[in-house]
């Protein structure tokens, strides 16, 4: 029961700095792109469950809009959007500095 609890708190912080690090991302991705919803959203997929390491699952754009499946495949605009992934990552683990020093 111990260990269940403990488990259960390390996820839950786990999942407030997944929050705080998406917050980071969608702000950067925001400056380039057309945000569907402007607050990150939280689901159950357990590649995000981890309660080592705060994870994300970065929507960029839907294929199934031909005009997004268009900007997706221009190189440049993939560059653009992995680098602002990178920025909001770097900002995150920058006001973060007890994470950042476990990287």
């Not at 969608?26 to 590649?47: P, Y």
């Not at 995000?48 to 809009?65: G, H, M, Q, R």
């Amino acid at each position: 029961m111990l260990a269940k609890t403990l488990l259960d708190l390390s996820q839950s912080a786990t999942i407030n700095d997944s929050v705080k690090l998406g917050n980071f991302v969608l702000d950067q991705l925001g400056d380039i792109n057309d945000l569907h919803k402007s607050n990150v959203e939280q689901a159950g997929f357990a590649v995000l469950k981890s309660p080592d390491i705060p994870s994300i699952l970065v929507e960029t754009a839907f294929i199934s809009n031909p005009k997004e499946e268009q900007i997706l495949n221009n190189e440049e605009h993939q560059e653009i959007l992995a680098k602002n992934i990178l920025i909001g990552i770097k900002k995150y683990l920058s006001s973060n500095p007890n994470i950042a020093k476990n990287f």
